[in-house]
C-alpha cells in the first residue's frame, strides 16, 4: 500500500510494518534524499508525505521518527508521538566568551530594534527570523509580521576563515564535515581539530545540549569558535557520514515514550 502523492517506497511486508519509520516532508534536499536511502539500506521503513498533514489512519505500526524543518516537525511531531530534540533557545549566548569569540546576545526582537550598528540576527531553533546580517535594529521584521517578544539570537558580525558540522551523539562527536571556507561552500572532510575542539566543548557544556544535536564550530581569527547549535532532525550532512548522521538523527526525533530523563528537558515546545 502506498501513501501521499510523492510515494514512499516502503516496504510493507508484515515484518517492515513493525520496524522503525523515517517520515520525510514533501521536498528532500540531497542530503535528506541520501539519509532516506541509507534508512532504508538499513531496513527502515520511510514515508515521504506530499503535505504538512497527516492522512487519517496512517500510523506505521513501530517506532516513528522524523527528518524534515521545523515548521514540519511542528504540524507532525506531536500527532505521530515524536519528540524533536534541540538545544535551549539560550544555549549558544550563554556559553563562555572562549568559546565563541565574539559578543552574543538573547533579546526580546522589540529589544533588538533598538540596536544602532550592524549586527548578525537569527532565530535561535528556526527560521521565524532570516538569518543576517541587518545594517541596524530597524531593518528587522516589523510587529506586523513577527511578534515584538520573540526571542532572537543578537551578534558581532565576524567572518568565519572555515566552518565545520559536527554530529554530537551520547557525548561524542560521530562524525562531521567541512560545509564552508571564507563564506563560501566548501565541502571537505572533517580534520582532527575541529573533532577535538567539539570534543572540547562538550566536555564544558555538554551538559547543556540534549544527546544528539549538531553544532557548527569555525576558525575565527586563528582560534576555534562555536557557531551555533542546529537540530541533528533539521540539518543538511554536508559531507559526513550518513550513518552515523543518521543515528543521530533517529536519536534526535524518536519516539515520546523513549525520551531519558536527561533528554526531557530539550524535547521541542511545539511537541510537549
Known amino acids: 500500500m502506498r501513501h501521499g502523492g510523492h510515494g514512499d517506497d516502503a516496504h510493507t511486508t508484515a515484518a517492515a510494518s513493525h520496524a522503525a519509520t523515517l517520515f520525510l516532508p514533501p521536498r528532500l534536499t540531497a542530503s535528506a534524499t541520501e539519509l532516506r536511502d541509507t534508512a532504508r539500506r538499513r531496513g527502515l521503513r520511510t514515508v515521504q508525505l506530499p503535505t504538512f498533514a497527516l492522512p487519517e489512519g496512517l500510523r506505521a505500526g513501530g517506532p ?55 549586527v548578525f540576527v537569527k532565530s535561535p531553533n528556526d527560521k521565524g527570523i532570516r538569518a543576517m546580517v ?19 539570537l543578537v551578534s558581532d558580525v565576524v567572518s568565519f576563515a572555515a566552518e565545520y558540522r559536527l554530529y554530537l551523539l551520547d557525548g561524542e562527536v560521530c562524525t562531521g564535515s567541512r560545509y564552508a571556507e571564507d563564506g563560501r561552500l566548501s ?86
Open 64 to 118: 516513528e521518527h522524523l527528518h524534515a524543518g521545523p515548521s514540519f516537525a511542528d504540524a507532525l511531531a506531536g500527532p505521530l508521538g515524536i519528540a524533536p530534540l534541540e538545544a535551549p533557545a539560550r544555549w549558544l549566548a550563554d556559553l563562555p566568551r572562549d568559546l565563541v569569540r565574539r559578543e552574543i546576545r538573547a533579546l526580546a526582537l522589540r529589544e533588538a530594534y533598538a540596536l544602532r550598528r550592524p
Open 187 to 272: 565541502l571537505g572532510p572533517l580534520t582532527p581539530d575541529a573533532a577535538a575542539f567539539g570534543a572540547e566543548l562538550l566536555a564544558r557544556c555538554g551538559a547543556g545540549l540534549p544527546s544528539a544535536i549538531v553544532v557548527d564550530v569555525g576558525r575565527l581569527d586563528g582560534h576555534w569558535a562555536v557557531i551555533e547549535a542546529n537540530a541533528a532532525w533539521a540539518s543538511g550532512r554536508y559531507t559526513s557520514d550518513p550513518e552515523r548522521a543518521l543515528d543521530t538523527v533517529l536519536r534526535a526525533a524518536g519516539p515520546a515514550e523513549r525520551v531519558t530523563a536527561r533528554d526531557r528537558p530539550f524535547i521541542r515546545a511545539t511537541a510537549r
Open 134 to 152: 541587518y545594517a541596524d535594529g530597524s531593518r528587522l521584521p516589523g510587529a506586523d509580521a513577527v511578534d515584538p517578544d520573540t526571542l532572537v
